[in-house]
C-alpha cells in the first residue's frame, strides 16, 4: 500500500524506503573508505617520522664518537625524508661546524632558524653570526648576534658570548681598512691545507711546527672530511 500527497512520496513506501536505505548504506561505506584513507595517511606519516628520527639519532651517536662526516651522512638521509626538520639540519651545520667547514654550517644554521617557528633552536642564530665571522662578513655576523640575544632567555656563557662577539664585529669593521706591517707567505698544499692545520710556531728560520686535523693514512674513510 502507498500514499503520497501531490508528487510527494513518503518514505514508508517499500521503493522509497529501499532507496533512502541504499543511500545511507553508500554513505557509511564512503565515510568509512575516507577514514580508511586518512588512518593509512598517519600512519604513514608516523613511520616516516619514526625512521627520520632513527636516523638523527644514529647521526647524534657517530658525532658524539667524532665521527662527524658520518653523522652528516645519517642527518642528511633524515633531510631527504623532509627538509624541514629542525633537529637534523641544526646538527648537520654542528658536524660541518666540527669539521671548520663555515660555508657549509651556515646553509644548514640558516635552514634551521628559517625553519623554526617557534624559536626552539636559538643557538642556530648564533652560530650564523660565528660562521659569517669566519668567513669575514662581519655586519651580517653582528646582525645576527643581536637577533640571538633578542631571543635567548639564559644569561650563561652563550649569551656572554654573543655580548663579546658583537664587539669584536665593531672592532674588525672599524679596522678592516688597517694595512699590516708584515707579509704573508702561503706555504704550499702540503703544509696548507683547508680547515685543518692551526697553531704554527717558528722554531728557527728552517724549522716550523704545528698542529694539524689530518691523518696519517686513509684508514678511518668514513671520517675524511668532504669539501
Not at 588512518?39 to 658524539?64: F, P, R, T, V
Not at 637577533?147 to 672599524?174: G, H, K, N, P, T
Not at 728557527?204 to 686513509?218: C, F, G, H, P, Q
Request: hydrophobic content about 35%; some cysteine; proline content about 2%.
Amino acid at each position: 500500500i502507498s500514499r503520497s500527497v501531490g508528487s510527494k512520496c513518503h518514505l514508508y513506501h517499500p521503493i522509497c524506503k529501499g532507496k533512502s536505505e541504499a543511500i545511507k548504506t553508500m554513505s557509511r561505506l564512503f565515510i568509512k573508505s575516507i577514514f580508511a584513507l586518512c588512518l593509512a595517511w598517519m600512519m604513514a606519516d608516523i613511520s616516516l617520522a619514526q625512521i627520520a628520527g632513527q636516523y638523527i639519532a644514529k647521526g647524534n651517536k657517530e658525532q658524539k664518537d667524532g665521527y662527524y662526516q658520518s653523522a652528516i651522512f645519517y642527518y642528511k638521509k633524515a633531510l631527504k625524508m623532509d627538509t624541514h626538520l629542525l633537529e637534523a639540519n641544526y646538527e648537520t651545520a654542528q658536524a660541518y661546524r666540527k669539521q671548520r667547514n663555515y660555508k657549509r654550517a651556515l646553509s644548514f644554521y640558516e635552514a634551521t632558524v628559517a625553519n623554526d617557528g617557534r624559536d626552539l633552536f636559538p643557538e642556530a642564530r648564533f652560530y650564523s653570526g660565528l660562521m659569517q665571522q669566519q668567513m669575514g662578513k662581519y655586519k651580517e655576523a653582528k646582525r645576527n648576534f643581536e637577533s640571538f640575544l633578542s631571543i635567548y632567555r639564559a644569561r650563561d656563557d652563550m649569551y656572554r658570548w654573543a655580548r663579546d662577539q658583537i664587539i669584536s664585529c665593531d672592532w674588525a669593521l672599524e679596522h678592516k681598512n688597517d694595512t699590516s706591517e708584515y707579509e704573508i707567505i702561503r706555504p704550499d698544499s702540503g703544509i696548507n691545507t683547508i680547515h685543518a692545520e692551526m697553531s704554527p710556531y717558528l722554531y728557527d728560520s728552517n724549522t716550523m711546527y704545528l698542529s694539524t686535523m689530518r691523518y696519517e693514512d686513509d684508514e678511518v674513510k668514513k671520517n675524511k672530511p668532504v669539501f
